[in-house]
């Protein structure tokens, strides 16, 4: 949950919108060189938004229409190598239609970043919200923030300038959010002022850009079996080691400018925590409610939210829970064959070393945009309080939340 400081905000407009409309608005602020980019529901409002403003003339971006995702990541590819700042947008299946692309915009450290609302993939055909998408594209190579509400859908798309572009990362970020909860819903939204976003992200600083022709330089070439390409991967692995302190640095510069305070991940109430749930996206919101109606019952119940997803901040969320008797982590994605969902796996890794070890139940929720109620919430805390008062250790197979039982 982000803090908000009103008395360090300069020039501060709070709107109603929907989420769409605010990481437009962020974008037109950002005003990028290009935008690449194909409309997909729930995404297709935030493209259609910031098409207007580029034939309105709000902004001096240059709007590349394309036939498919698929096409939209390979201009952006081309854009960011010929030394352009390029963003783009997507969701679901327009996603999966990117997938070999997204690879090749994170081996070419091309700072780029994408909104990605988040929607299920098919099939069956579904579109409405569940984390399947981004979370199969969890080992990209792309940096990953998952918002919660409006604001911070805002927030990361602004941030996500600063990470991609640091010269100790120049990676991609997608920052995403949860398809109609967020995306078409109506919300609150603290808006800076476009001179203060384009104080914050500053100007663009290409490196390399293949248009330099007094500097050629080869992009992409074939990196065989004599080549460096192991090398390669080993240098994004460690820009992605180097993203946690710029992910951090530019949070708090923007909390300077806005007020506003985000972390890697989101810890609510934990600090005598015996149970705890750990989640991703707008589901936060609930969570916090349901740990405040536990806490006054006596029941020494938190909550984390992760923000930050690739890189992992595995330190971090060991240092959270380490005190924790039950851990309780609920995906909104599945893993087919593995122990649980992808959040759940990397909990357990992080818990892994501690002493005690915490216990770590798997949850399954909400998928292809099921209900997800207060009951549900609770229910999964009076799973881990049952847990917790037991001798042994817990199954750790998949509890599913408001699963029909027909």
């Given at each position: ?82 030394g ?17 692309v ?11 970043v ?27 190579g ?29 990676l ?15 919300g ?8 203060q ?33 192991f ?9 992605m ?40 996206g ?90 997800i ?27 599913y ?6």
């Open positions: 949950m982000t803090t908000i400081d009103t008395k360090n905000v300069l020039d501060e407009t709070t709107v109603a919108v929907t989420g769409n409309e605010a990481v437009a608005e962020a974008m037109r602020q950002i005003d990028p060189d290009v935008v690449c980019a194909y409309p997909i529901t729930p995404q297709t409002e935030v493209v259609q938004l910031y098409a207007q403003a580029v034939a309105d003339g709000k902004v001096s971006s240059e709007f590349v229409t394309v036939e498919s995702e698929h096409s939209a990541m390979s201009a952006v590819i081309g854009s960011a190598a010929g352009a700042r390029t963003m783009t947008a997507t969701s679901s299946q327009g996603f999966a239609l990117m997938w070999e997204l690879f090749v915009a994170a081996s070419y450290r091309l700072p780029v994408m909104t990605t609302v988040n929607r299920a993939l098919s099939g069956p055909i579904n579109i409405h919200c569940d984390h399947s998408d981004t979370m199969g594209g969890r080992d990209t792309w940096i990953q923030l998952y918002g919660e509400n409006h604001q911070e859908a805002y927030d990361n798309c602004i941030q996500g300038v600063r990470i991609a572009e640091h010269m100790d990362v120049r991609p970020v997608m920052h995403m959010y949860d398809g109609y909860v967020i995306s078409g819903a109506i609150p939204l603290q808006m800076l002022t476009k001179e976003v384009q104080a914050f992200v500053g100007p663009y600083r290409a490196v390399n850009p293949m248009l330099d022709t007094k500097n050629p330089v080869t992009v992409g070439p074939f990196d065989g079996l004599h080549g460096w390409y090398e390669h991967k080993v240098a994004q692995n460690r820009a080691d180097r993203a946690f302190k710029v992910i951090q640095d530019a949070a708090d510069e923007y909390a300077e400018l806005s007020g506003r305070r985000y972390g890697l991940l989101d810890p609510y109430r934990l600090d005598d925590a015996e149970i705890a749930i750990v989640v991703v707008s589901t936060a919101g609930t969570t916090r409610m349901i740990v405040d109606k536990l806490r006054d019952r006596g029941v020494k119940a938190g909550m984390v939210r992760v923000r930050v997803f690739r890189p992992f901040p595995h330190k971090e969320f060991a240092q959270a829970l380490q005190h924790v008797k039950v851990v309780g982590v609920m995906d909104r994605a599945d893993s087919f064959g593995a122990q649980g969902g992808p959040v759940f796996m990397e909990i357990r890794s992080a818990l892994y070393d501690c002493d005690p070890r915490p216990q770590v139940l798997p949850f399954i929720y909400g998928l292809g945009g099921r209900d109620f207060p009951d549900n919430i609770e229910q999964a805390f009076a799973e881990l309080e049952e847990a917790a008062r037991s001798k042994g250790r817990a199954s750790t197979g998949r509890r939340l408001n699963l029909r039982k027909d």
